[in-house]
């Protein structure tokens, strides 16, 4: 079945036309070495500076706090590990949260491998940290704080402007993953005492494998990848001139977009929310209600599993994503539905629905209609089904 419904933006978008047509040039025409002295290199170095000053004015940065990446996970690893390195004669302890991406768990478990401390805070039921359990955390020794600006799974927003303020009076480094939050929610680095901050180019639009690290000037962060004096020595490497301005073109569009987008997206959302929730017993809503990405619906749903719904949405041109690991190889559940108080059955049964600016209402009303008699048709079928009755 070919897919006519997609909701799982939050794990990729498709590339923007606009975004396409800004990066085609740079494959043919001009292809030149940024790194040149002559013309054809001096174009792809000007097309790498503007795409830097559209990166940083979406944030409200400047462009030489602008470092280019292949993706989240190299920013999240250049941030964390950049500045443990960096530091390490300050302290050698790390905060983070229990619902990070794994970008920033694994890159913890491999500094405490090798000397370093990390606290990983837990969150409440709606996935929000505690400001107090931050502040508690706080060691003479800590270095950096790195809690991410929304939730990939549940979509819940982090008080992010509290902890920037927490930080930057203990004089700790403060990082944030904002992946999921780049274009899609307001982000100022000023107002909210950001000292680094990560992008990915494909959850807004622009191609996979390009994305960029936000280092407040003066922040001491040690490179991971040597060789050239690309990135002003912070990221050897030949720039991916496409890629570069691909992701400039779409953090311009999605930023220039935000409120029309948002409102959309929320009303969208909303309606899939109360949809699912008023329809499908024995079903519940993930994360905050109010304070969550406007394009983010998780739900889950008691004596089914989440493998099997993906299969049967696939089956009805719909793809959509599980909170359950098993189609990795893992029969582990969702590390964040865990995190918020989930019991292992009904983080299995979950099921993400992410929209973006390519959904339509008339998508919204096809998942309304399909998922409740899909989702009975599964507890049928289930030797636990007969509870939801």
Do not use: W
């Amino acid at each position: 079945m070919k897919t006519k419904i997609y909701m799982d933006h939050a794990a990729t978008t498709p590339v923007r036309p606009e975004v396409l047509q800004e990066i085609l040039p740079y494959f043919t025409e001009y292809y030149g070495n940024a790194s040149g002295i002559y013309g054809i290199a001096k174009e792809s170095k000007k097309a790498l500076e503007k795409a830097r000053e559209q990166v940083a004015a979406g944030i409200g940065a400047k462009a030489s706090e602008i470092y280019f990446t292949a993706g989240g996970s190299e920013s999240d690893n250049m941030a964390l590990r950049g500045v443990a390195q960096a530091r390490r004669q300050k302290g050698n302890h790390i905060i983070t949260t229990k619902i990070e991406h794994h970008a920033i768990l694994h890159t913890c478990e491999y500094l405490e491998k090798n000397g370093y401390d990390v606290t990983y805070l837990d969150v409440d039921t709606d996935g929000k940290i505690r400001l107090d359990d931050l502040k508690a955390a706080i060691r003479p020794e800590t270095i950096l704080i790195s809690v991410m600006f929304a939730n990939n799974e549940i979509g819940t927003i982090e008080p992010i402007a509290e902890i920037g303020q927490i930080a930057r009076e203990k004089g700790i480094y403060f990082h944030t993953d904002a992946v999921q939050a780049m274009g899609h929610v307001e982000i100022d680095v000023d107002k909210m005492q950001i000292d680094l901050l990560s992008i990915s180019g494909h959850k807004l639009g622009a191609p996979k494998g390009i994305g960029a690290i936000y280092i407040r000037s003066g922040i001491q962060v040690s490179p991971l990848i040597f060789g050239g004096a690309q990135e002003r020595k912070m990221r050897a490497g030949t720039e991916n001139i496409p890629g570069i301005v691909g992701l400039g073109k779409a953090v311009e569009l999605a930023v220039a977009e935000l409120p029309e987008t948002k409102e959309r997206l929320e009303k969208m959302r909303d309606r899939l929310i109360s949809g699912i929730l008023e329809n499908i017993p024995h079903s519940r809503l993930n994360g905050h209600p109010t304070d969550r990405l406007p394009g983010n619906c998780n739900v889950s749903f008691e004596f089914i599993e989440g493998e099997s719904m993906l299969l049967l949405l696939d089956a009805l041109g719909v793809a959509a994503s599980s909170g359950s690991a098993c189609t990795s190889g893992s029969l582990d559940p969702s590390h964040v539905l865990l995190a918020i108080g989930l019991p292992h059955e009904k983080a299995h049964g979950s099921l993400r629905l992410t929209l973006d600016m390519d959904n339509t209402e008339e998508d919204i009303d096809f998942v309304l209609e399909k998922l409740p008699p899909l989702v009975a048709r599964l507890r049928e079928m289930s030797p636990l089904g007969h509870d939801a009755e």
